[in-house]
Structures are given as C-alpha cells and as structure tokens.
C-alpha cells in the first residue's frame, strides 16, 4: 500500500513520516505541487495527503490533476493551515475526502488515514506509547526556527524541557547558538542534538561576540531554509517558556504584524519573579529607551521575540553597536524603514504569563550601568545617520527583495 504526501516543509514531512512509520505503508514524499503529480503518476498511490499552499504548484492544481486529468477517485487528504470555511468548501468541492486543519494531533491524523484506507481502527492501541510513535505529538500550524543563543550555559542548561518540547511540538526547530563558551556547553549541545538533528541544530562561533553577534548570526542562518514561516530568539534558561513563545508565534500568524515581542512588565498580575534591584534599574533603563524610541514601548529587552521572514535581511544583516542593546536597534532600524506612523502598526508587544529571572545572568549591576552610556551611543549613532534616510531605505528595500 503506497501513500503520497505532498507538503514543502520539511518537519512537516517528517510528523507524516512518524505518523505512518507503524504502518504496512510505502511513503512518498513530494516536496512541491510539480513532484506531486509526477510521483502520482509513477506510483498509483492508494491515499494522497496534500497541503493547500505548495512551490511550482498548489494542492488545487494537484486536486484537479488526480480528479479530472486522470479521473482517479483515489482517497485525497488535504491537510492545511489554512482554516477558512471557504477554502476549505472549495477544496470539498474539487473532491477530496478530508480536510484537516493544523495543528493537529499525531494520534487524530493517523485514525483519519486508516479510516480511509479502510484499516480496522484500534485507538486504544494507537494511543499507546509503547511504539516508535510519540501520540502525544502535534503537528503545527507553522513551521517556527527559534535561536538560542548560548555562552557557558553547561550548568544550567535545561535539556530536558528542549528535547520534551521538541518530541511534542513538530513544526518547531531550535538552532543553538554557542557563543564561544569557555565551558562544556559545545559538547553539551551536541549531546542534546544527536538522533534529533532535524529538530536540533548547533551553530559554533568559535569567538565570543556577544549576545547581539550571537543571535545575528543565528537569525540570518535560519532565515536561509525556505521552510520557516516564522523565525525568532529566545533565552537559553527559559525565563520564556515555550508555551508563551507559542503564544507570540500563535499572534504573529494570525495578523499583520512583523514582530511579536513578549513583554515581562506589561502585564498587571502576571506571574513574573525579578530581583527587587534588578527591577528599578530595569524600569529607569526602559523609560530611557522609550525615549530614544519615540514609542511607548514597555519592554524591548525580553529575550523572546518572533519574526516574519521578510524583515530579517533588514533587521539583521548590519552588525549592532552593542552587545546586549541591539533590541533597541532592532526597532529603530523598523522606525527608519517603515517611519514612525507605519512601524506602531507593525510591532505587538504582548505579555507573558510567566517570566522568572534566573540565577546565572550574565549581566552584572556594573553592566547595568554602563547600559546608560551605551544608549547615548545608539541614540547619537541613529540621529547621525538620520540625513541619509532615503539611501538607508533604498538599501533597506534592496535586501529584503533579494533576501526576503
């Protein structure tokens, strides 16, 4: 029995694959609407699992291939982040059989498969753990690269919260970011990464350069793989957790904005933990920020923050002044490109339910300090240049049509 799956994101192909691994099933995998209908073509399958939004072309153009050109009444699954009632109207009426709407569970997708293959359906014995499947797994509604960027993390690092996040949430792929640790913490990740590497990856920067350098690099390497839908940071103690990373992910996809940006202080009531010190130095740097911004922004330095791909190239392409301060960069190089009017559109800035403040942090008091300094060099840098707006933006506009 031979199965076509249709979808241009790789760990999406992967869920499928781990899906149907315990089933007496041959896997075809096509990457984009073209190697569909050729692989159906050459291979006759008995199901078809299709997304909507496919290279070369879409699922529609292959619905209508199967179903017309070739007149096969050969079962079709379209499974699709899109939830629209009439494209999925539309898709009923071109003929296919299912429509599953992202995300979806591991354990729902394959009832659905056997169902249409006609397969006895057990659930209680589809729902045991005890096979190469984890049940528990969903597939995403989006395909998420998040870096993190790490430097001398050995000690506290949580690898089990990242491999059980991994094992349970398949649209996302973490790259860590080692920042020329002087401990452990390379080969730590590399641990963590072994066997899982299509949802793990390690990216060495044999020299320390700083958080900014760190997650710079970061960025522009994810921002490569065509996969991605979205792409964004966050910290390595998980002072974020991913639920509420979610949560940014969930808000960015479901709007206009081009970055998601959690907030620690935004939110009245929230379950936040911080060092009583920590937090009026915290307060005195934001209001500084918020007037270098022009924006009321309350907190653009937290560590979890979700991208549209197009802006990366513009965002991240020039490296920052500062090592820890490039998020106050982050949103002016948005204010210059988009002008102050546009960019409050673009930006959401969204409170957290949880943030916890780690012991560990690497920025001292004395780093606190001299965070004042720095932003007069940000403020002076970005003023200075400000006469060249218009050759910035044409800049600007170049990178992101060839990048974006």
């Avoid at 397969?119 to 049940?135: F, K, M, R």
């Avoid at 690898?159 to 002087?182: P, R, W």
């Avoid at 932003?375 to 400000?386: A, E, K, N, S």
Wanted: glycine content about 6%; proline content about 2%; hydrophobic content about 40%.
């Amino acid at each position: 029995m031979k199965i076509l799956a249709a979808d241009d994101q790789r760990l999406i192909q992967l869920a499928i694959k781990n899906v149907l691994s315990e089933l007496d099933v041959q896997l075809i995998i096509a990457e984009d609407g073209f190697n569909a209908i050729r692989l159906f073509d050459e291979h006759a399958p008995d199901l078809c699992i299709l997304d909507i939004q496919m290279p070369e072309l879409n699922g529609f153009e292959v619905i209508q291939h199967i179903r017309v050109k070739k007149g096969s009444q050969t079962p079709i699954i379209v499974m699709s982040g899109t939830s629209d009632q009439q494209t999925k109207l539309k898709a009923f009426d071109a003929g296919v059989d299912d429509y599953i709407v992202k995300p979806v569970g591991l354990q729902e997708l394959k009832v659905r498969v056997l169902k249409l293959l006609n397969l006895p359906i057990n659930t209680a014995q589809n729902a045991h753990l005890g096979g190469t499947v984890n049940y528990k797994g969903n597939i995403q509604k989006n395909i998420v690269g998040v870096v993190i960027p790490c430097y001398n993390e050995e000690e506290r690092l949580k690898t089990i919260e990242f491999q059980d996040f991994v094992a349970s949430n398949m649209g996302y792929h973490l790259c860590f970011v080692n920042d020329g640790s002087k401990d452990n913490t390379l080969n730590v990740l590399k641990e963590l990464s072994k066997g899982r590497e299509d949802y793990i990856s390690v990216y060495d920067c044999p020299q320390n350069g700083g958080k900014a350098e760190a997650v710079r690099l970061g960025m522009l390497h994810l921002a490569k793989e065509s996969q991605f839908d979205y792409v964004g940071f966050l910290d390595a103690d998980l002072s974020t957790n991913f639920e509420d990373f979610n949560d940014l992910v969930e808000t960015i996809s479901n709007s206009d904005y081009k970055i998601v940006s959690g907030s620690r202080i935004f939110r009245m009531g929230a379950n936040i933990a911080k060092e009583s010190s920590r937090e009026i130095i915290s307060k005195t740097i934001n209001l500084i920020i918020r007037k270098i911004l022009g924006m009321q922004f309350q907190d653009t330095q937290c560590g979890a923050k979700v991208f549209t791909k197009e802006v990366i190239p513009l965002l991240f392409e020039k490296p920052f002044l500062t090592r820890w301060l490039f998020d106050v960069e982050l949103f002016l190089r948005m204010r210059k490109y988009y002008g102050k009017d546009k960019v409050q559109s673009l930006l959401c800035e969204q409170p957290l339910n949880r943030w916890i403040h780690e012991d560990g942090s690497k920025l001292s008091m004395k780093d606190s300090i001299k965070i004042v300094g720095q932003l007069g060099q940000i403020f002076w840098h970005y003023r200075l240049f400000d006469k060249y707006q218009k050759n910035e933006t044409l800049w600007n506009q170049s990178l992101v049509k060839e990048y974006g």
